[in-house]
């Protein structure tokens, strides 16, 4: 009996590490896919990057992650680490030694850019579980990190969401899943209110991988303050990415609207990339309960601000919200994507709903 009740409680114990994103001294992986954070030590606290109310920046802005996760990179090459810009406490947080399963390994590339840097090292022989031990500013932080067996097809979305429907979710995944063949869609969810019900939901999705990154997003509207929206790109990119990808640039209320066959054509040849301007659909529905098939407007004219794009990971040094640092050649040949601004990417903001506009100047949206 008593066997059994200590078999309970450590099932419990490891259910709770598991669900624990911001880790100092122990990792016990039950999702590979989970991130592996540590905070600042001794109390420190990034600077604040914006002129904004303290109890605003209190809500929404990240003054204490020093990683949102180290990983193995697609290839197993390399130990990646990813995190918000430290600003005034680089120097101290920068320069730390990493040994990989009881050897010392060296630093293979470190770049900052205005969201983000993006550190990484050569690694060698990578077991299932690996060890890790990171001596930085004086203290030794011992982290377990799995061996990266994610598999990626041809084509991959890779997107955020917060509190969203799982109706509109499902549909969004099967609009790309079976118009666009994606193969591989990974979700980073931000601190939903049931994580745990909408993973229910997905998990007849082979293909789509929900992961929760509980962080502070930043503060609404003050974008040099979104530091998780940039690392998530970067996060999706080395982690997700296989070298010659296809990678499709959409977030949850947003949806690609050009021919398959079209889009096939341009997608021929692994050295193209797509551009797509923007076309604003208003929110003209009551309830929340709704699918992008409920909507039967869009605004009078698109706009070619606010591009969304497709491109292949192979001579692409990086990915940007709405641009992309690659050698590909962007084709531009009036695709757009429809951008709902009903849908909730609101822990940015809040996008005007207004039941009662007058609808005789905007379009029908394309049967798809």
């Not at 030794?140 to 799982?166: E, H, S, V």
């Not at 995944?173 to 079976?178: C, Q, R, S």
């Not at 977030?251 to 050295?271: G, H, M, R, W, Y």
Request: hydrophobic share 35%; proline share 3%.
């Amino acid at each position: 009996m008593i066997r059994i009740i200590i078999a309970i409680l450590l099932i419990i114990l490891l259910h709770l590490i598991s669900r624990t994103l911001s880790l100092d001294g122990f990792v016990s992986y039950i999702n590979p896919l989970y991130p592996v954070s540590l905070n600042l030590d001794d109390g420190d606290k990034r600077k604040l990057n914006i002129n904004v109310d303290s109890k605003i920046a209190s809500k929404h802005y990240d003054y204490t992650t020093l990683f949102y996760n180290i990983f193995l990179d697609y290839n197993n090459q390399n130990l990646v680490f990813v995190g918000p810009l430290l600003y005034e406490l680089n120097d101290k947080y920068m320069d730390f030694s990493v040994y990989f399963n009881g050897s010392k390994t060296n630093r293979s590339h470190e770049e900052q850019r205005s969201h983000l840097f993006c550190l990484k090292y050569g690694v060698e022989n990578v077991n299932e579980n690996n060890s890790v031990e990171i001596h930085i500013n004086g203290h030794k932080k011992q982290l377990t990190i799995a061996k990266n067996n994610y598999k990626c097809g041809n084509r991959i979305l890779i997107t955020k969401q917060k509190n969203n429907k799982p109706k509109w979710i499902i549909d969004w995944i099967n609009h790309y899943t079976h118009r666009y063949n994606v193969t591989n869609i990974v979700i980073f969810d931000n601190n939903s209110d049931d994580f745990d019900g909408l993973k229910r939901q997905l998990e007849s999705f082979s293909h789509v991988s929900l992961i929760p990154y509980n962080f502070p997003f930043g503060v609404p509207r003050k974008f040099p303050s979104n530091f998780l929206q940039h690392n998530l790109m970067e996060i999706g990119f080395q982690q997700f990415c296989k070298d010659d990808v296809f990678i499709f640039n959409f977030d949850i209320d947003e949806l690609l609207v050009v021919d398959p066959a079209q889009l096939n054509s341009v997608l021929s040849t692994k050295d193209i990339g797509y551009k797509v301007d923007m076309w604003w659909v208003p929110m003209l529905l009551d309830g929340e309960d709704y699918s992008y098939k409920d909507f039967k407007y869009k605004e009078p004219n698109k706009t070619n601000s606010g591009n969304k794009y497709i491109v292949n990971k192979r001579n692409t040094k990086h990915l940007g919200i709405h641009y992309v640092i690659t050698t590909n050649k962007m084709v531009r040949d009036g695709g757009y994507f429809l951008h709902f601004k009903g849908i909730n990417t609101n822990w940015k903001y809040k996008r005007a709903k207004n039941t009662d506009i007058d609808t005789s100047t905007f379009k029908k949206i394309d049967e798809f």
